[in-house]
DNA sequence: GGTACGATTGTCT
DNA sequence: GACAATCGTACCT
């Protein structure tokens, strides 16, 4: 087992190059990879036991569906940079960018495991909320984002710089694990589709993965005064 | 200028 | 299993 800290292997920190390719192929290669944040209230590394892929324009439930704006800008720039944005007001979730620059696609980080700053990621939740277990340090989006102390100050950050604030790391030589591919989670609408959008990869076996949940019911709209 | 809604989570029943 | 929390963004008038 490697030492707690994470020290940062510059050979083992994927290129631009390798975040350049497609969605799919980099969201698979993700599974089993390291992620390490760098944050003044301490470092945490978890390693990425689940993920979806977004295929911005051509993909009805990515937020660059329907063209750039000021929020997704950052899907539509330099691979190998954070895109975060703030769910309902409450949550962050933490993607990162794919493909060539100009096609937003991007991997959205859904869940991982807390190999190393476990009591740092620990602070951090119980700080937001409740924690009941070590398992759900890093399970789902928002607890993840949470976890490795990510937020929107993180967007744009660079995954390929050593010695930069947020550093993935992946053994060059391994190849991508077996994983498993299901709907995503909390897609609505056309995007929901499993049989044309299976985009979501996990682990087998991985507790750390989060629980599948269909899209939230709508809300039905409240009944107007005649 | 107004409004509907969301790549979620925690709590309550 | 159902629902409230909570606010920025996108879309409509």
Not at 19 to 27: E, T
Not at 96 to 122: C, F, K, M, N, Q
Not at 147 to 157: F, I, K, M, V
Not at 165 to 179: I, K
Request: charged share 25%; proline share 8%; with cysteine.
């Amino acid at each position: 087992m490697a030492a707690m800290t994470a020290a940062t292997r510059p050979d083992h920190v994927p290129s631009r190059d390798w975040y350049q390719r497609d969605a799919h192929d980099v969201g698979a290669d993700l599974l089993g990879a390291h992620v390490t944040t760098r944050r003044p209230d301490g470092e945490v590394t978890v390693r990425l036991t689940e993920v979806e892929v977004y295929r911005g324009q051509a993909d009805p439930a990515s937020h660059a569906y329907r063209g750039p704006t000021a929020r997704n800008a950052a899907m539509f720039g330099e691979p190998g940079r954070l895109y975060v944005y703030r769910h309902l007001g409450l949550h962050h979730c933490v993607n990162v960018v794919t493909g060539p620059e100009g096609v937003a696609s991007a991997v959205l980080l859904r869940a991982g495991e807390v190999v190393a700053g476990i009591d740092v990621a620990g602070g951090r939740r119980r700080r937001a909320g409740v924690l009941r277990s070590d398992v759900d340090l890093a399970r789902g989006p928002a607890r993840l984002a949470v976890a490795l102390g990510l937020d929107l100050t993180a967007l744009r950050a660079d995954l390929t710089d050593p010695a930069g604030d947020v550093v993935v790391q992946r053994h060059p030589a391994v190849p991508a694990l077996p994983h498993v591919t299901g709907p995503r989670v909390g897609v609505s609408g056309e995007g929901a589709d499993a049989g044309r959008y299976p985009w979501r990869l996990w682990l087998p076996d991985e507790p750390t993965v989060s629980v599948y949940r269909p899209a939230a019911p709508r809300r039905r709209p409240a009944a107007r005064k005649a």
